[in-house]
């Protein structure tokens, strides 16, 4: 595979990652906003039983209000709580369930970002060790194409030296003819 296909796999996968905590954080924060509401409704109804069993009349009309009426509607009530107190322990159920679904997203994000972290040194430190191979190749071959040359550069100091041997000796000769002329 190539580099760029990887690239864009990788981003898919994190992208994927990333909506599914996203959906789940969604859907903890209604589950949260249910919660409430029924805490609040649960709340409410406590108080209306309260009303019915410490009132025997309506304090806006002021009008009697019967034991039938009020012992049924504190039972219609008390259903009601506990439909509501089921209804807050599944949601809880839920909500717990939501929780870790986002806590084993995080932490699968976490070990993505690591792993997409680690594959980063890894490709700068593989980036490096090919750019050293390519400067110890390149001096290889500008030391071969030195050595090169240092053959030839030999045979001109050779060939120097026996021009510097030459010169010696005619340098001496010269000396002897200069000498036997002035004879």
């Known amino acids: 595979r190539s580099l760029l296909q990887e690239v864009k796999s990788s981003l898919s996968s994190c992208e994927s990652i990333k909506k599914d905590l996203d959906i789940f954080t969604k859907r903890k924060t209604k589950e949260e906003s249910i919660y409430h509401q029924l805490v609040r409704k649960q709340e409410s109804i406590i108080k209306s039983i309260s009303f019915y069993e410490d009132s025997s ?3 806006t009309c002021k009008q ?3 034991d039938d009426f009020k012992t049924k509607t504190i039972d219609e009530k008390r259903t009601q709580i506990k439909e509501i107190e089921e209804a807050i322990l599944t949601l809880e159920t839920a909500t717990e369930g939501t ?3 986002i806590k084993k997203t995080k932490n699968l994000l976490e070990s993505y970002n690591s792993f997409v972290k ?3 040194e890894l490709n700068s430190s593989i980036s490096f060790s090919i750019r050293m191979v390519n400067e110890i190749n390149n001096e290889i071959e500008l030391l071969k194409t030195k050595s ?3 053959e030839p550069l030999e045979n001109y100091e050779k060939k120097l030296l026996e021009l510097e041997t030459e010169k010696e000796k005619l340098l001496n000769d010269k000396e002897i003819m200069t000498a036997s002329f002035d004879l």
């Open 57 to 59: 009349s309506c304090p």
């Open 99 to 101: 929780t870790q679904e």
């Open 118 to 120: 680690r594959e980063t």
């Open 148 to 150: 090169s040359n240092i």
């Open 64 to 66: 009697a209000i019967s």
